[in-house]
């Protein structure tokens, strides 16, 4: 009679010890594998190594597809065409809890209290209407700041939500400061992108030294970082804003003007 031997399954193998006798093949992908560089393997970049028996291999990199976290795209956020298009005028800030970014939002409001040129408004637009309250979801959004205002003895921005895909949800809208101190809290892990377009200066813009010459905020208008928007029992849901008390009619819909 004769000998026959049943080849071991993936399963099988996987349940032995790491002690086990291995064949050679398996001996040499393990020797292999301690020789490539797992960051450029991460990258996507083939790698070139040589085996203990001189034998050259060609490993394929680890070119997972992932999704960008500004724009949903199947990308790195560091290629995002739409993130680059945004910087172009305006500064960036990551607010996040990770240690790379956890200063990012104190210097934000640095800048806002202390730096942010106030826009004019022209003849006849004195009285602007804007929110005191936004939903959850636009909290959570990446955002633009389009421009800052002085209203009596309140500070105003002009701003545009982004939707998933980087796009503004609804065009842009006026918030008080109250809104604006939530939408700059961020206490989360995950980033969150705000995009300044008040470094780019415009013609009649009022710059920080000169506040003092026209409309000053009251102290309870400075973006403190105490948020308490979020939790209001009156924030509107889903996309239904609650326009603010002022001399000018409640908004009817939004400006769909960037």
Request: charged share 25%.
């Amino acid at each position: 009679g004769g000998y026959s031997v049943t080849k071991p399954s993936t399963s099988l193998i996987a349940s032995q010890s790491k002690k086990r006798l291995a064949p050679k093949h398996e001996l040499q992908r393990k020797a292999t594998s301690k020789k490539l560089n797992q960051s450029i393997q991460r990258m996507g970049i083939k790698q070139v190594v040589e085996t203990a028996s001189g034998v050259e291999i060609e490993a394929n990199g680890k070119n997972k597809a992932g999704s960008c976290s500004m724009c949903k795209g199947p990308h790195k956020v560091t290629a995002c065409t739409r993130r680059s298009a945004l910087k172009m005028g305006a500064a960036e800030y990551i607010l996040s809890m990770d240690e790379q970014h956890r200063f990012a939002e104190g210097r934000l409001r640095t800048y806002m209290n202390n730096s942010m040129p106030y826009s004019l408004p022209e003849e006849g637009q004195e009285d602007v209407s804007y929110f005191h309250h936004v939903d959850a979801g636009s909290l959570r959004s990446n955002v633009i700041i389009h421009e800052a205002r002085n209203v009596g003895h309140a500070v105003i921005y002009s701003v545009s939500f982004l939707d998933e895909y980087a796009q503004p949800a609804h065009g842009s809208c006026w918030i008080s400061t109250e809104v604006m101190n939530s939408v700059i809290t961020h206490n989360r892990k995950k980033p969150k992108y705000v995009y300044d377009e008040t470094v780019v200066s415009k013609p009649g813009w009022v710059v920080q030294r000169q506040k003092d010459d026209c409309h000053t905020a009251s102290n309870g208008d400075v973006l403190s970082g105490n948020k308490h928007n979020e939790d209001d029992e009156n924030v509107a849901v889903g996309c239904n804003y609650a326009a603010a008390e002022s001399k000018s009619p409640a908004l009817d819909g939004w400006n769909e003007s960037m």
